[in-house]
């Protein structure tokens, strides 16, 4: 094909970049196709939907440029508080309340039409973004046609029916996002699916009070935080609060979610998290405001940044470590495809509003206690002002770069990296034919046809192919479900791997949340797991007996507390949580006095077994 002509400063950014040996670099897009990009998401063809906005300090705010209404915003409780407050100050800004309209940000979707790598085509996904409420576009995720959406004041589910790259209908599943201004940046973003088949995301310190369709009330103005949802956008929960900005989510491979946080700018360092049910970290919009000697307040006073700090209170979880400046796209190794003696890795960009002093991180995580310790760090790919990361179908790495500084510039570019073995035929269109065929159906689940070749599949190599499958298996009916928990069980000699089981358990749980009419005797049957040889095993059971929350698994769960694994331990006291057992109280409080000291992640888990768990 055809080398294509881009702009000098692309060429130029291009340059800049530094790389391992043996990994190759090219521009995959660069203006007109791409610009501005805060974030994006490649779907299972290998398009780009690119998340790009030119309202930064033209719509979008922050205190510091905007001093005037720093107490308003800090009174701020809704949305509509916000909307009124614009009001308020409109004869400050030209044009009154029009300035908020002016500019838009969009979301593209950008596609290689004639085969060659390259993206030659864009098209808009969606209509543009440009309401006085919005915030900065800044996370979307896509899957067989659905997109999800974050962009203050809404969580966003567009339907591109025939996937032709422009979606047919928008509706915003849940409003209420971003109840106050606070800095540029603290938006709405980390697009994630879970491994129970939820959608998780998160928001920044702009807090955030919703109504939810069930009626009740979300409410935390000035709290960054981490909120799931099921894939139609209902039962919405908060899992996470105390975040500054958690701009990226991503798990790893045994379903634990993590995120980069942001510094303050106060001496305060960017931090590694683990995201936990009821989790509290510490910090609070208002922080941000205290300067001189109180400085941040407690949050610089008392060490709650930090890993370890002689008066670190106990009720904040403490990060994982410390690593990078600006945390902004993080993702999780797929486990094939570029680097694979790099699976079991995350990648971070590190955003710094300069290209030379900007990277993008490369960093293993191991078991520590209940939690994890950083294992390996490097300084994977430097010099590029990188936005957000993430790998490709066929085989690459591919990261958006900012046109510059820290407002809009109009430009930008999709760089990617490949190994020497270069790109790679489309990892999951090899499992496509097969979910789609109409005959899977006439396969018993014990012969070693259609249902056996797609328990083999759920313990593959590649997560993105073990997800699809589970997802397809969860979606079925009761023999898929029959499969599943034989797979659980290890009751077919190849499903020994732990990822098939693992994956097993997790569908089997979804297939239940998809079919409540169930009597739930599927996951009972898996009680005998509290005794299974490997740690991770048990430890899922507990999981998913968690997320069942029916009393006719706390037995298996209490006794779980006696597990010799930490890890287990843990998640067997957050499922009491869901549950309630007043008879365990005595044994959750022995574990917490013993885990006060050296085991952060354990202690937070047994708090949140006793307060599920005390009824009086």
Same mark, same amino acid.
């Given at each position: 094909?055809?080398?294509?002509?881009?702009?000098?400063?692309?060429?130029?950014?291009?340059?800049?970049?530094?790389?391992?040996?043996?990994?190759?670099?090219?521009?995959?897009?660069?203006? *007109?196709?791409?610009?501005? *990009?805060?974030?994006?998401?490649?779907?299972?063809?290998?398009?780009?939907?690119?998340?790009?906005?030119?309202?930064?300090?033209?719509?979008?705010?922050?205190?510091?440029?905007?001093?005037?209404?720093?107490?308003?915003?800090?009174?701020?409780?809704?949305?509509?508080?916000?909307?009124?407050?614009?009001?308020?100050?409109?004869?400050?800004?030209?044009?009154?309340?029009?300035?908020?309209?002016?500019?838009?940000?969009?979301?593209?979707?950008?596609?290689?039409?004639?085969?060659?790598?390259?993206?030659?085509?864009?098209?808009?996904?969606?209509?543009?973004?440009? $309401?006085?409420?919005?915030?900065?576009?800044?996370?979307?995720?896509?899957?067989?046609?659905?997109?999800?959406?974050?962009?203050?004041?809404?969580?966003?589910?567009?339907?591109?029916?025939?996937?032709?790259?422009?979606?047919?209908?928008?509706?915003?599943?849940?409003?209420?996002?971003?109840?106050?201004?606070?800095?540029?940046?603290?938006?709405?973003?980390?697009?994630?699916?879970?491994?129970?088949?939820?959608?998780?995301?998160?928001?920044?310190?702009?807090?955030?009070?919703?109504?939810?369709?069930?009626?009740?009330?979300?409410?935390?103005? @000035?709290?960054?935080?981490?909120?799931?949802?099921?894939?139609?956008?209902?039962?919405?929960?908060?899992?996470?609060?105390?975040?500054?900005?958690?701009?990226?989510?991503?798990?790893?491979?045994? /379903?634990?979610?993590?995120?980069?946080?942001?510094?303050?700018?106060?001496?305060?360092?960017?931090?590694?998290? #683990?995201?936990? *049910?009821?989790?509290?970290?510490?910090?609070?919009?208002?922080?941000?405001?205290?300067?001189?000697?109180?400085?941040?307040?407690?949050?610089? #006073?008392?060490?709650?940044?930090?890993?370890?700090?002689?008066?670190?209170?106990?009720?904040?979880?403490?990060?994982?470590?410390?690593?990078?400046?600006?945390?902004? /796209?993080?993702?999780?190794?797929?486990?094939?495809?570029?680097?694979?003696?790099?699976?079991?890795?995350?990648?971070?960009?590190?955003?710094?509003?300069?290209?030379?002093?900007?990277?993008?991180?490369?960093?293993?995580?191991?078991?520590?206690?209940?939690?994890?310790?950083?294992?390996?760090?490097?300084?994977?790919?430097?010099?590029?002002?990188?936005?957000?990361?993430?790998?490709?179908?066929?085989?690459?790495?591919?990261?958006?770069?900012?046109?510059?500084?820290?407002?809009?510039?109009?430009?930008?570019?999709?760089?990617?990296?490949?190994?020497?073995?270069?790109?790679?035929?489309?990892?999951?269109? @090899?499992?496509?034919?097969?979910?789609?065929?109409?005959?899977?159906?006439?396969?018993?689940?014990? #012969?070693?046809?259609?249902?056996?070749?797609?328990?083999?599949?759920?313990?593959?190599?590649?997560?993105?192919?073990?997800?699809?499958?589970?997802?397809?298996?969860?979606?079925?009916? $009761?023999?898929?479900?029959?499969?599943?928990?034989?797979?659980?069980?290890?009751?077919?000699?190849?499903?020994?791997?732990?990822?098939?089981?693992?994956?097993?358990?997790? /569908?089997?749980?979804?297939?239940?949340?998809?079919?409540?009419?169930?009597?739930?005797?599927?996951?009972?049957?898996?009680?005998?797991?509290?005794?299974?040889?490997?740690?991770?095993?048990?430890?899922?059971?507990?999981?998913?007996?968690?997320?069942?929350?029916?009393?006719?698994?706390?037995?298996?769960?209490?006794?779980?507390?006696?597990?010799?694994?930490?890890?287990?331990?843990?998640?067997?006291?957050?499922?009491?949580?869901?549950?309630?057992?007043?008879?365990?109280?005595?044994?959750?409080? #022995?574990?917490?006095?013993?885990?006060?000291?050296?085991? *952060?992640?354990?202690?937070?888990?047994?708090?949140?077994?006793?307060? /599920?768990?005390?009824? $009086?």
């Amino acid at each position: 094909a055809q080398q294509k002509e881009w702009p000098k400063g692309a060429v130029e950014a291009l340059e800049r970049i530094r790389t391992p040996d043996g990994v190759s670099k090219r521009i995959v897009a660069a203006g *007109p196709l791409v610009r501005d *990009p805060v974030a994006f998401a490649v779907d299972a063809k290998g398009r780009a939907y690119v998340c790009e906005s030119e309202r930064q300090e033209f719509g979008v705010e922050d205190n510091r440029s905007s001093p005037f209404w720093l107490q308003d915003d800090l009174a701020l409780q809704t949305v509509d508080d916000r909307l009124a407050m614009f009001e308020k100050h409109k004869d400050r800004r030209q044009d009154g309340m029009d300035y908020y309209t002016a500019r838009e940000d969009r979301l593209t979707c950008l596609s290689d039409e004639d085969g060659d790598g390259i993206m030659d085509t864009v098209r808009p996904f969606t209509d543009p973004f440009a $309401e006085p409420l919005d915030g900065t576009l800044a996370g979307v995720l896509v899957e067989d046609g659905t997109a999800w959406i974050t962009n203050i004041p809404h969580l966003w589910i567009a339907t591109d029916e025939d996937q032709d790259g422009r979606a047919e209908s928008r509706r915003s599943a849940q409003r209420g996002f971003g109840v106050r201004i606070a800095l540029r940046g603290h938006d709405m973003h980390g697009l994630a699916r879970g491994p129970d088949g939820r959608i998780y995301f998160s928001i920044g310190d702009r807090g955030f009070y919703l109504q939810t369709s069930d009626g009740r009330i979300l409410h935390d103005a @000035g709290s960054g935080a981490v909120f799931r949802c099921e894939a139609d956008g209902s039962g919405l929960e908060v899992v996470h609060v105390g975040l500054r900005n958690p701009q990226e989510l991503a798990f790893n491979e045994y /379903g634990d979610l993590f995120t980069g946080d942001n510094n303050s700018d106060a001496g305060d360092r960017a931090r590694i998290v #683990q995201i936990l *049910p009821g989790g509290e970290t510490g910090w609070r919009m208002e922080y941000q405001t205290l300067e001189g000697s109180n400085q941040r307040g407690p949050w610089n #006073q008392e060490g709650i940044w930090q890993v370890e700090h002689p008066v670190r209170p106990r009720w904040a979880l403490p990060p994982i470590t410390h690593l990078g400046s600006g945390p902004s /796209g993080l993702v999780f190794h797929p486990g094939t495809g570029f680097r694979p003696d790099l699976a079991g890795s995350f990648f971070m960009c590190d955003f710094r509003g300069d290209p030379a002093a900007s990277l993008l991180w490369r960093f293993r995580l191991e078991p520590e206690g209940a939690g994890y310790r950083l294992s390996e760090q490097e300084k994977f790919i430097e010099g590029v002002l990188c936005t957000d990361v993430d790998f490709t179908p066929n085989g690459a790495l591919w990261i958006s770069a900012w046109g510059g500084g820290w407002v809009s510039t109009d430009r930008g570019r999709l760089f990617e990296f490949t190994d020497s073995q270069g790109l790679r035929p489309f990892v999951e269109m @090899g499992v496509e034919d097969l979910l789609n065929r109409k005959d899977l159906g006439v396969f018993p689940a014990d #012969q070693l046809a259609g249902m056996v070749t797609l328990e083999r599949l759920l313990g593959d190599a590649d997560r993105r192919v073990r997800q699809k499958v589970q997802n397809h298996l969860a979606a079925g009916g $009761e023999k898929e479900a029959d499969l599943l928990v034989s797979i659980a069980r290890g009751e077919f000699s190849h499903s020994k791997d732990a990822f098939s089981r693992i994956h097993a358990l997790w /569908g089997l749980e979804q297939w239940s949340r998809k079919n409540p009419q169930s009597t739930g005797e599927r996951l009972l049957s898996l009680s005998l797991l509290e005794g299974d040889p490997q740690e991770e095993i048990r430890r899922q059971l507990a999981r998913i007996y968690g997320e069942w929350a029916d009393p006719r698994g706390k037995s298996v769960l209490i006794r779980l507390l006696e597990d010799p694994s930490a890890r287990v331990k843990s998640m067997a006291a957050l499922a009491l949580a869901r549950i309630g057992a007043p008879e365990a109280r005595e044994e959750l409080f #022995q574990i917490g006095i013993s885990a006060a000291t050296n085991d *952060p992640i354990l202690y937070h888990s047994v708090v949140m077994g006793l307060a /599920g768990s005390c009824t $009086e």
